[in-house]
């Protein structure tokens, strides 16, 4: 990479057409990154191989792919879209302006297109959206070698031919069976006679996360996704549920952190602005409450100023296990780990280990105030505060997450600036009231 890019001073352009053409598309879409648009689409003009532009286009971040086509010949992306996998196009367009998608689309042969419009009906985290209609389907009747033959004639441009689906007479779902069940059984045996009935499908509609979580915990290479009539239309390939996890996993890492749902580093500094600027701005308001809950105790800082020296560690320790509360609560639901069903259990297990460990550090703290300042209500204060601040920390961090997930709202957004700075002004409000009880104030 870093040669491409010294060639790239250099004006080196044969050198280049040569070290691009044996570069990999999906290792280009990486360099693209740090290419100005200019020499993007020199390199672009570069690649000989339709495939590997295909390939490039289906790795690149969306607004470098859309900002790379813009202005190319339609007649060129279109010989590039042909060459890619029909659910890959459809990902691709459904990136595109309505107009430029519904151009490229007339320009390309009747039977790709129709295709690609079929999948771009369904939303693109569902499976329908995500499935590849390329699938290997024949009647339940017919024997393993008139299979075979059917397969080596219409069947061979099949992307990754698994499995082989049986269907009725109405092209409905009925069993599967592996390419090597096939070739080992007598040529002459129906495949309805060696087939697996019991079939794992998904509906269309569900979502890409479900359906990820399907082909994980049962170790499948692919799954058939059916309509509401059960007629096979697609199949989720295990390549697609890689990009899925990758996919969920940067989004909610992304949500814990606070800074929406998009990878920013390859945007704009305006764009990164202004998609962190409304995540940021829940933490500024948690800021101001936390001023005015301090501010109505103002009286008790006043006669007893040292009170202010516990504030940090107080809300720190509350918002630290908060994190690691709803961090635990949302990566299990994501991987399957936990289920929405089991609130109570949850929600209470975390709420005992945040009880225990807020009289650990309550003990602890507590100690080093009275180490300080010799007074034992002011010790005693800040070690209820520790324990009250930790333990509902713990409640909130893992109970808002589980209700989330409930009503079909991302848990990840529980991560964020939203339940982090309520922790801090609820840390802020038990600290005083405790206080100002203990402490006669």
């Known amino acids: 990479m870093i040669s491409i890019k010294r060639l790239l001073r250099r004006g080196a352009g044969s050198r280049l057409r040569k070290i691009v053409n044996k570069t990999h598309g999906a290792d280009l879409s990486i360099l693209f990154r740090d290419l100005s648009l200019q020499d993007q689409r020199m390199l672009f003009e570069m690649i000989e191989d339709n495939a590997q532009k295909g390939i490039l286009f289906s790795e690149m971040d969306e607004d470098l792919f859309v900002a790379l086509i813009d202005g190319m010949d339609p007649d060129a992306v279109v010989a590039i879209l042909e060459d890619m996998p029909n659910d890959d196009v459809a990902d691709l367009l459904n990136q595109l302006p309505e107009e430029t998608a519904s151009s490229l689309l007339k320009r390309m042969k009747k039977e790709g297109s129709d295709e690609v419009e079929d999948l771009m009906r369904f939303a693109n985290d569902t499976a329908g959206g995500i499935m590849n209609p390329d699938f290997i389907a024949l009647n339940q009747e017919i024997t393993a070698k008139d299979a075979i033959e059917q397969i080596q004639k ?139 809950v301090i501010t109505h105790f103002e009286d008790s ?93 713990a409640l909130v961090g893992s109970c808002v997450p589980m209700l989330l997930a409930r009503i079909n709202i991302d848990p990840a957004v529980a991560t964020g600036p939203f339940v982090t700075t309520s922790i801090d002004i609820i840390s802020v409000y038990f600290y005083f009231t405790i206080a100002t009880v203990f402490l006669g104030i």
């Open 301 to 393: 800082l006043n006669r007893i100023t040292y009170l202010a020296a516990f504030i940090p560690v107080i809300m720190g320790m509350g918002g630290n296990i908060g994190t690691q509360s709803s961090t635990i609560v949302v990566r299990g639901l994501a991987t399957g780990r936990l289920d929405v069903h089991d609130l109570w259990s949850v929600v209470g297990k975390e709420l005992a280990v945040g009880l225990i460990l807020g009289l650990v550090y309550g003990v602890l703290i507590g100690s080093v105030a009275q180490l300080q300042y010799s007074t034992i209500m002011l010790a005693l204060a800040v070690c209820m505060a520790v324990v009250c601040s930790m333990s509902v920390a």
């Open 154 to 292: 219409e069947f061979a441009d099949v992307e990754m031919p698994f499995y082989l689906y049986a269907v009725d007479e109405h092209g409905k779902l009925v069993g599967v069976c592996s390419l090597r069940q096939l070739v080992v059984v007598k040529p002459y045996t129906p495949l309805k006679a060696f087939m697996t009935t019991d079939v794992l499908s998904v509906q269309t509609h569900m979502d890409q996360e479900e359906v990820a979580k399907l082909v994980a915990r049962y170790d499948i290479l692919a799954v058939p996704v059916v309509d509401e009539n059960n007629r096979l239309v697609g199949i989720v390939t295990v390549d697609d549920v890689i990009d899925i996890f990758r996919e969920e996993a940067t989004e909610d890492i992304l949500k814990m952190a606070g800074v929406g749902e998009e990878f920013v580093e390859t945007k704009s500094v305006f764009k990164s602005t202004r998609i962190r600027l409304p995540w940021l701005f829940a933490s500024c308001l948690g800021g101001i409450f936390a001023f005015y």
